[in-house]
C-alpha cells in the first residue's frame, strides 16, 4: 500500500473537527484549560512581537501586550529606509522561484521513477534518495567555491541554485504517484497524448494535494533559511530577510521595537500562509512524518 | 526514426529526457561537491594561495584543537537536552490534545503557530526577552514580582539552554503534530479491549498506546536529534556580538564551521570539520535507528 492511502484516513481522522462537544466533568475541564493556558504561552512570543511593533519607544520595556497607542510609525520608519523593502522583495522573488522549480522537477522526476520501466532507474532513486543523508552545511563550502568561480556570488542565482530540487520532494512527489491508476495513463496514450502532456495534465490534477503541501515546504523553507544566503550575498541589497535581519539587529544602536518591527515584516507572511492553507499544511506534516 | 522504436524503447527515450536536467543538477550541486568537501579537506588552502596536499593534518589539528572538543561537547549538550525535553513535552501536549474535542482546531493552530515563524526572527525576539533590566521582558517581569535577574545569555552555564529554548520552542508544534497522527492510527478497538478488562488509563498509555507509537517516536527522534546537532541560526543570531559566546560555551559545530570558512578563510581545516559533522549525524541516526528499532 502507499503511503499515500495509508495515511489518507489518519489525515482525515486529524483533521475532523467533531461537533465541538463541551467539557463535561471537572478533569476535563482541567485538561482544558492546561491546554488552553500552555497555548496561550506558545504564542506569547509572536504577541509581543507584534505588540512591540506597534508600540511607542517609552512603552517598549513594559509587559502590558496591548500598547496604549498603537501605531504603525515603526513599519513606515523601517520601511521607509528601503532596505526592509529590497529584503522582502528578494526573499519574496527567490522563495517563488525556487519553490516553482521544485514544484517542477521533484514531480517530474518523482514521476518518472514512479512511472516508467527504464534501465537505472533503481540506481537514480538511490542516488538521489541518498543525497538526503548529506548535510548542507558539508556542502556549502564547495558551493561557495563554484560561485566564486563563475561569478554567482552575491546574484539571486547564486543564492538560489543549492536549493532548486529536493531529494525529499522528489521523494514525496514518488509516493503520491504510486496513488495514480496506471490505467489513466494508458487511456491517455491511446487518445495520443505525449508523455508530457500525459504527465501535465494527466497525473499532475490528481496529486494537487501533495504539490500544494510541497510548495508549502519549500517556501517556507527558503523563506527563512538562513546560512547559505548568508554566505554567498555580500552586498546590503542583495540579502534576504532573514539575512538582512540578522545584519540589521547588530547595528549598535537600533532600538528593539524597531528590530521587532523587521522580525514582524519577516513573519507575518508566513503566519498570513498558515491560516490560509491550515489544512494542506497539517497534511503536508503528517505527510512528511509517516514518510519516516 | 523515433517512429520505428517500440513503445518500450520509446517510454526509455522520455525517462531519460525528463530526468536529463535532475541528473546533471544531482551530478553537479550535490554529488561533486561532496566529493569535492571530501577532498578539501585533506588540503590546506586559504582561498588565495595553492591548495597544498596535507593528508591527514586538518584532522590531527582539529582532534588536538581544545575549542573543537568544547563545540563538540556543546553540540551534544544542544542534542541531549533537546531531544529528550521537546520529545516529552510533545508528547503530552499530543495525549491530552488528542483526549480534547472542544475547540480542537484552535488549540492546535495555537500550538502548531511556532513552527510556521523564521528561526532568525525568533532568535531576536527571545534574545530581546533575556535582556537585563530594564530591557528584557523576563528580566523584567521576575524584577516585577522582586526575584533577583537571571543572567540568561550572560552566564557560562545558562546560555546554552536559553539559546535551545527558542529552537525547542519552535519545534514542538510538529512534532505534536506527528505524535497526533500517530496516536489516531492505533486502532479503537485496542482501547476497547483495554475498557473491557477494566485496565487503568496509566496501564493503557505505558502497555498499549507507546508501544504501538514506536515508529513515530523513532521519527521524531531521528529527526529532531538532526535538528539540533545542525543548530545554527538560534545561535548566530542570539550571540551576533560574540558568536558562539560567551567564551565559545554556546558555540556548536556548525557555527565553528562557519567562522573557520568565513571568517578566517582557512577552508581545508573548515572542510574536515564538515567531515566530521558528516560522519556524527551519521553515526548518530544509526545508533538510535538500531537502539530504538530493537528494544
Keep these: ?292 | 526514426m523515433y517512429r520505428n522504436l517500440t513503445i518500450r524503447q520509446k517510454q526509455i527515450v522520455w525517462a531519460w529526457a525528463f530526468l536529463a536536467i535532475p541528473i546533471l543538477f544531482y551530478g553537479v550541486i550535490r554529488f561533486y561537491p561532496t566529493g569535492n568537501a571530501i577532498l578539501i579537506s585533506f588540503q590546506e588552502w586559504n582561498l588565495l594561495g595553492d591548495r597544498t596536499w596535507t593528508g591527514f593534518d586538518n584532522y590531527h589539528k582539529l582532534f588536538a584543537d581544545p575549542v573543537f572538543w568544547k563545540v563538540f561537547k556543546n553540540t551534544f549538550v544542544y542534542l541531549l537536552l533537546g531531544t529528550p525535553i521537546s520529545l516529552v513535552i510533545s508528547f503530552v501536549i499530543a495525549y491530552h490534545l488528542d483526549k480534547t474535542r472542544f475547540m480542537h482546531g484552535f488549540l492546535r493552530m495555537l500550538y502548531f503557530l511556532p513552527f510556521m515563524t523564521s528561526a532568525v526572527a525568533m532568535a531576536w525576539v527571545w534574545r530581546w526577552f533575556y535582556q537585563p533590566v530594564p530591557v528584557g521582558l523576563f528580566n523584567n517581569a521576575l524584577a516585577s514580582i522582586g526575584i533577583p535577574q537571571f543572567p540568561f545569555l550572560q552566564s557560562t552555564t545558562w546560555a546554552l539552554p536559553s539559546v535551545l529554548a527558542p529552537a525547542v520552542w519552535a519545534g514542538l508544534g510538529f512534532q505534536v503534530i506527528i505524535f497526533m497522527a500517530g496516536l489516531r492510527a492505533i486502532p479503537r478497538s485496542y482501547y476497547e479491549a483495554a475498557r473491557i478488562d477494566g485496565v487503568s488509563s496509566w496501564t493503557v498509555l505505558w502497555e498499549i498506546t507507546l508501544p504501538l507509537l514506536k515508529p513515530t517516536i523513532v521519527f521524531i527522534v531521528v529527526f529532531s536529534s538532526i535538528g539540533f546537532l545542525r543548530i545554527f541560526d538560534h545561535v548566530f543570531n542570539m550571540t551576533t556580538n560574540n558568536p558562539g559566546g560567551p567564551l565559545n560555551s554556546t558555540k556548536p559545530l556548525v557555527l565553528m564551521i562557519y567562522e573557520t570558512a568565513f571568517s578566517a578563510f582557512d577552508m581545508g581545516y573548515a572542510a574536515a570539520q564538515t567531515v566530521v559533522l558528516f560522519l556524527v549525524l551519521l553515526v548518530v541516526s544509526l545508533i538510535q535507528l538500531r537502539i530504538l528499532r530493537d528494544s
Design chain 1, 1 to 292: 500500500m502507499s503511503i499515500a492511502e495509508e495515511i489518507r484516513p489518519t489525515t482525515d481522522a486529524l483533521l475532523k473537527t467533531d461537533a465541538p462537544k463541551k467539557p463535561t466533568n471537572m478533569g476535563q475541564i482541567l485538561r482544558w484549560m492546561l491546554l488552553f493556558l500552555g497555548g496561550v504561552a506558545m504564542v506569547m512570543p509572536i504577541a509581543y512581537m507584534i505588540s512591540t511593533s506597534l508600540k511607542w519607544p517609552h512603552e517598549v520595556y513594559n509587559l502590558k501586550l496591548i500598547p496604549d497607542e498603537p501605531h504603525i510609525e515603526n513599519y513606515t520608519y523601517v520601511l521607509e529606509d528601503g532596505r526592509f523593502y529590497w529584503w522582502f522583495v528578494n526573499s519574496m522573488i527567490i522563495a517563488v522561484i525556487t519553490t516553482v522549480c521544485n514544484v517542477i522537477f521533484d514531480s517530474l522526476v518523482g514521476y518518472t521513477l514512479c512511472k516508467f520501466r527504464f534501465p537505472g532507474r533503481y540506481i537514480i532513486f538511490i542516488a538521489i534518495l541518498s543525497t538526503l543523508m548529506i548535510p548542507t552545511e558539508m556542502l556549502v563550502i564547495p558551493w561557495y567555491l563554484m560561485s566564486q568561480q563563475f561569478g554567482w556570488l552575491d546574484t539571486y542565482w547564486g543564492i538560489m541554485f543549492p536549493g532548486l530540487m529536493t531529494a525529499f520532494g522528489t521523494f514525496l512527489m514518488k509516493q503520491f504517484f504510486e496513488t495514480v491508476p496506471d490505467d489513466f495513463i494508458e487511456a491517455a496514450r491511446i487518445d495520443g497524448l505525449n508523455e508530457l502532456q500525459i504527465w501535465w495534465t494527466v497525473a499532475m490534477p490528481l496529486v494537487k494535494p501533495a504539490l500544494a503541501a510541497l510548495a508549502i515546504f519549500v517556501f517556507l523553507g527558503n523563506w527563512t533559511a538562513f546560512i547559505w544566503p548568508l554566505i554567498v550575498t555580500n552586498s546590503v541589497e542583495m540579502y534576504t530577510l532573514p539575512v538582512g535581519l540578522s545584519s540589521f539587529g547588530d547595528e549598535a544602536d537600533v532600538a528593539w521595537e524597531l528590530i521587532m518591527t523587521g522580525a514582524a515584516i519577516s513573519t507575518i507572511p508566513t503566519l498570513i500562509v498558515f491560516l490560509i492553507f491550515q489544512r494542506y499544511i497539517i497534511q503536508g506534516v503528517v505527510m512528511a512524518g509517516l514518510k519516516g
